[in-house]
């Protein structure tokens, strides 16, 4: 266990060593950029479900739930309700919505831009100020109608979510 920290770091330093080739084929919305003291320190792509309940005849949004990974594909954390991402070596953001956009296509969820602020140990996500998500893909509300209340439907997604930190 004592190695997963520097094990982590390398897997930071690939993703920062390839950030800029993803993030430039992706237009982002005016509304969804980060302060003007904020810099890119990590894309993260997620894969995962949103999760719906029925509540009074309709489905209404309870949580995502994914896993978190580096460019290399090797699991790096994961995001759960809060919403609140946290890393492999224990670092846990927690944010908030501030912007969000429509999706560039009608079958994702909407992009979003989020503070963030640390509520874990020190490690590779305390110090991330702000979070876009965008390429979505999936996750939107299930198309079919629900009548039972408490039934839950789990919707596939996809996601890269951008870090930002103060320069």
């Not at 963030?116 to 100020?129: I, Q, R």
Request: overall charge positive; charged content about 20%.
């Amino acid at each position: 266990m004592r190695y997963v920290p520097v094990a982590f770091a390398l897997c930071v330093a690939a993703s920062l060593a390839n950030s800029q080739a993803p993030r430039s084929a992706i237009r982002i919305p005016d509304n969804l950029k980060p302060g003007a003291n904020e810099s890119l320190a990590l894309i993260v792509p997620a894969r995962g479900v949103q999760i719906y309940e029925c509540r009074d005849d309709k489905w209404v949004f309870v949580a995502p739930e994914a896993d978190l990974f580096d460019v290399a594909g090797n699991k790096i954390g994961r995001h759960y309700a809060g919403p609140h991402w946290e890393s492999a070596d224990g670092s846990k953001i927690v944010g908030a919505v501030k912007q969000r956009a429509e999706a560039p296509t009608a079958d994702a969820i909407p992009w979003l831009l989020l503070t963030a602020k640390s509520v874990g140990a020190e490690g590779a996500f305390s110090k991330v100020t702000s979070i876009q998500r965008v390429a979505t893909s999936g996750g939107v509300t299930p198309p079919w109608g629900c009548s039972q209340a408490g039934m839950q439907a789990r919707i596939s997604y996809t996601a890269d979510y951008y870090f930002f930190t103060v320069k």
